[in-house]
């Protein structure tokens, strides 16, 4: 079992910027693929970013594209987001998410391609 806690959210001014960090325990040597997605109240959880084992394959929502950097640090069993320009309508619970992937450059957008979850971790925005 794979284990995910997300740390680094708060209350921020439109503008800032906020990192998002997922630490990975358990069989974290079987994950591959990861990403980060987010859900507001009322809503479906949503795809903001993602990563491939390697690390040079991303993939992006556009309505975070240019704002967000996703990155992850395998020696350490790392993932961060780097959230820049801040927007209020980026307010959200913002989920960790891990999957096993055959290949080292697969990225995934869906939330039910991925296995495992964080609790996650509440952003808000004020503006």
């Known amino acids: 079992q794979v284990q995910l806690v997300e740390s680094g959210g708060g209350l921020v001014q439109a503008g800032d910027s906020l990192m998002l960090a997922c630490a990975a325990s358990?069989?974290?040597?079987?994950?591959?693929?990861m990403g980060w997605f987010r859900r507001t109240p009322g809503k479906e959880r949503e795809f903001a970013a993602a990563?491939?084992?390697?690390?040079?394959?991303?993939d992006y929502a556009n309505s975070v594209k240019g704002r967000f950097t996703i990155s992850r640090d395998i020696s350490k069993n790392m993932m961060y987001l780097q959230m820049d320009s801040l927007k209020a309508e980026d307010t959200a619970v913002y989920y960790c998410?891990?999957?096993?992937?055959?290949?080292?450059?697969?990225?995934?957008?869906?939330?039910?391609?991925?296995?495992?979850w964080g609790q996650g971790t509440q952003v808000t925005v004020s503006s």
């Open positions: 990563i491939s084992w390697s690390g040079r394959n991303t």
């Open positions: 998410a891990a999957r096993r992937a055959q290949l080292a450059t697969s990225v995934f957008q869906q939330v039910s391609e991925y296995e495992y």
């Open positions: 358990g069989r974290s040597a079987s994950i591959s693929a």
